[in-house]
């Protein structure tokens, strides 16, 4: 393939070409409360500033252009804590400033104390056929701990209610909380695995820097899990997925058959996607932006027709494709070997040769033919694989 190189090539563009951006994201700041352990772009009780946000929103959207889009993801924070006039609003203006293709995953998210059969139509009449349901936990004092605001019961119902309105219904867990048992998440995953879920996201705790977590860690009032217990909840997790038919497709998402999230996908293929709202990162043309994190800031600078763009980089080829290696390398089924030569121009088993044969040695990763994928022992360990693709010595 006269294309693959070694080379650094700082300047030049992938051969085909920078990857068109299909998928766009929406990052809605709102929430009710401020999870104790939650680093997002979120802000409580400000929900006054909500008219200002769709103002923005739509500034930001309609300078786009109207680009042409499979997926759609409206994160946060909370969308659904919008009132729904608001959310009829944001979905409005969202799927007129986008040209939005006629079969595009469409998806919201959602916690359970915010949905109602109210929310469910708005949500259904206007096009929205994914919701991505913060559950976290069916346990009450596990939820309690975590500073949810809703039941397990309260899931339960809001899962039954959500999947006869729109049943490509996903749902986030968290395990390894302070004071958790595998007993505990155990049960959270016998819940789950009996509800009419078509995907489930399950992600360990982590104490980020910044979050109320991270300073109560410090204070010595929570704690965190040793790894055996962690790695004993993540297989718990992959065993109760398989048996229900939740194939795992990527380190930390399990789906059935047909219901991989698409959106997501394009972030771990590099593919390009938009993106708004505050402390939205966005990949368009080479270039790799992200949004003011603070929602005043992004707020005041929008009102004040100033960029809401607080980083803007560049990206070379050479960075390209260390990051869809170490993003595709996270994916069960792997990368492919030619498809990634031909969306990079990269030579992937010469240019990472290193990072790729000590991996392979340590038995984290596999060659099978055409595709270079994690082992069984390596889904313990992607995240030592992905550093090491992206930090490789050229
Ligand atoms: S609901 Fe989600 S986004 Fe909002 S504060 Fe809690 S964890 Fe963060």
């Not at 924070?77 to 006039?85: E, I, V």
């Not at 005041?300 to 494709?321: C, D, G, Y």
Request: glycine letters at 6%.
């Amino acid at each position: 393939m006269a294309l693959i190189s070694n080379d650094r090539d700082e300047g030049a563009t992938p051969p085909g070409g920078w990857p068109v951006p299909r998928s766009a994201y929406i990052h809605v700041p709102f929430c009710r409360h401020r999870c104790g352990y939650c680093n997002f772009s979120v802000v409580a009780n400000r929900d006054e500033w909500i008219d200002r946000y769709l103002r923005a929103i739509e500034v930001e959207l309609t300078a786009l252009n109207r680009p042409r889009v499979a997926t759609v993801f409206l994160g946060g924070g909370t969308p659904t804590h919008l009132p729904a006039d608001s959310l009829v609003k944001l979905l409005r203006l969202v799927t007129s400033a986008l040209d939005v293709s006629a079969d595009a995953e469409i998806s919201v998210e959602a916690n359970p104390e915010d949905i109602n059969a109210t929310t469910l139509a708005v949500l259904q009449d206007h096009g929205v056929n994914r919701i991505s349901l913060g559950v976290q936990s069916f346990d009450d004092s596990k939820l309690k701990i975590l500073e949810r605001g809703h039941t397990g019961d309260q899931a339960r119902r809001i899962i039954d209610q959500a999947a006869t309105v729109v049943p490509n219904l996903s749902i986030d867990l968290i395990f390894s909380a302070p004071e958790e048992t595998l007993a505990i998440w155990n049960r959270d995953l016998e819940i789950a695995c009996s509800l009419p879920i078509r995907h489930l996201s399950t992600y360990a705790l982590t104490f980020e820097k910044g979050t109320q977590f991270w300073n109560r860690r410090h204070r010595g009032e929570l704690f965190g899990n040793d790894d055996s217990l962690e790695v004993a909840m993540y297989q718990a997790a992959r065993d109760s997925a398989r048996k229900v038919g939740l194939q795992q497709y990527e380190v930390s998402s399990f789906a059935a058959d047909g219901f991989r999230c698409r959106h997501n996908m394009s972030y771990w293929h590099g593919d390009g996607w938009f993106a708004a709202g505050p402390g939205a990162a966005r990949f368009v043309n080479g270039l790799r932006e992200v949004n003011h994190r603070s929602p005043a800031t992004y707020l005041k600078r929008m009102e004040n027709s100033l960029t809401p763009t607080a980083e803007s980089e560049s990206i070379t080829v050479e960075q390209f494709a260390r990051e869809r290696a170490a993003f595709g390398v996270r994916l069960l089924d792997g990368i492919e070997i030619s498809e990634f030569e031909s969306a990079t121009g990269m030579d992937l088993l010469g240019f990472f040769a290193d990072a790729i044969e000590l991996s392979i040695k340590e038995e984290l990763i596999e060659r099978q033919g055409s595709v270079i994928r994690l082992t069984e022992r390596g889904i313990l360990f992607a995240d030592t694989v992905a550093a090491r693709l992206l930090t490789a010595d050229a």
